[in-house]
């Protein structure tokens, strides 16, 4: 009778689109049940708790010594609650996100090149072009949550220990400017990822490419930036 029952109701079947949310579940699953991946989000979170703990410090100091609080703002521009203070977090966020996507790289969307996982995705009602759309939307989720929700936390903070209505009346483009920048952050650099990942998918070639693309290219252009600063490295007209 049951089976019967079950035979005769309708199966839903849902678009392909909807499969990119489960594959980055799945893969999200993945990095989260590494140790790694906790200590280096927990690094992240540092500049982040000092953030909180410093917009808090700023607005008790403006209900009682509002002189300094306006001193400490005009001298530290990372803390004045314009947009220029949530861009620099989101920059300085930046070099703890791309060591913390170099090891969660291989985990993402490496295992399924050296271990056959892309064969079973593929072997579903599913294309490339859904796979990669799912371990982009991991990638993009692992770096909101570095980036753009400890933003907009800020961003809600600053504002509600001051005149919030002045201030969210105000600044509200800088909402959407975390946002619209953690959408870029999150295209540009997952897109990326995931070439370097299917080219080289184990883990040390990775993290050893990842970091010479982050960390030592920045470091060569700074050592370039500076020689040719100097008088006898100058192109003589």
């Given at each position: 009778?049951?089976?019967?029952?079950?035979?005769?109701?309708?199966v839903?079947?849902?678009?392909?689109?909807?499969?990119?949310?489960?594959?980055?579940?799945?893969?999200?699953?993945?990095?989260?049940?590494?140790?790694?991946?906790?200590?280096?989000?927990?690094?992240?979170?540092?500049?982040?708790?000092?953030?909180?703990?410093?917009?808090?410090?700023?607005?008790?100091?403006?209900?009682?010594?509002?002189?300094?609080?306006q001193?400490?703002?005009?001298?530290?521009?990372?803390?004045?609650?314009?947009?220029?203070?949530?861009?620099?977090?989101?920059?300085?966020?930046?070099?703890?996100?791309?060591?913390?996507?170099?090891?969660?790289?291989?985990?993402?969307?490496?295992?399924?090149?050296?271990?056959?996982?892309?064969i079973?995705?593929?072997?579903?009602?599913?294309?490339?072009?859904?796979?990669?759309?799912?371990k982009?939307?991991?990638?993009?989720?692992?770096?909101?949550l570095?980036?753009?929700?400890?933003?907009?936390?800020?961003?809600?903070?600053?504002?509600?220990?001051?005149?919030?209505?002045?201030?969210?009346?105000?600044k509200?483009?800088?909402?959407?400017?975390i946002?619209?920048?953690?959408?870029?952050?999150?295209?540009?650099v997952?897109?990326?990822?995931?070439?370097?990942?299917?080219?080289?998918p184990?883990?040390?070639?990775?993290?050893?490419l990842?970091?010479?693309l982050f960390v030592f290219?920045?470091?060569?252009?700074?050592?370039?930036?500076?020689?040719?600063?100097?008088p006898?490295?100058?192109?003589?007209?």
């Amino acid at each position: 009778m049951s089976a019967s029952k079950s035979g005769n109701e309708p199966v839903i079947q849902r678009k392909a689109w909807f499969a990119a949310w489960p594959i980055a579940r799945t893969a999200m699953h993945l990095v989260f049940r590494r140790k790694l991946f906790w200590v280096l989000f927990a690094l992240a979170l540092l500049s982040f708790l000092f953030m909180f703990g410093a917009i808090y410090l700023l607005a008790t100091l403006r209900q009682q010594y509002p002189q300094v609080e306006q001193f400490i703002t005009g001298m530290l521009k990372d803390l004045d609650g314009s947009g220029t203070t949530f861009l620099n977090f989101m920059v300085a966020q930046g070099t703890v996100t791309m060591i913390l996507l170099a090891f969660a790289g291989s985990v993402l969307a490496g295992n399924d090149h050296s271990r056959g996982g892309l064969i079973f995705y593929l072997s579903r009602r599913i294309n490339v072009v859904h796979y990669a759309a799912g371990k982009l939307l991991a990638i993009g989720l692992i770096i909101s949550l570095t980036t753009t929700l400890p933003a907009l936390v800020l961003f809600i903070e600053y504002g509600l220990l001051g005149d919030t209505g002045t201030y969210f009346g105000e600044k509200y483009p800088i909402f959407f400017g975390i946002l619209g920048y953690g959408a870029l952050l999150s295209v540009a650099v997952g897109l990326l990822l995931f070439a370097l990942v299917s080219w080289m998918p184990k883990p040390v070639p990775l993290v050893m490419l990842w970091g010479g693309l982050f960390v030592f290219l920045p470091i060569l252009s700074r050592i370039l930036t500076f020689a040719m600063r100097k008088p006898g490295m100058r192109r003589r007209d």
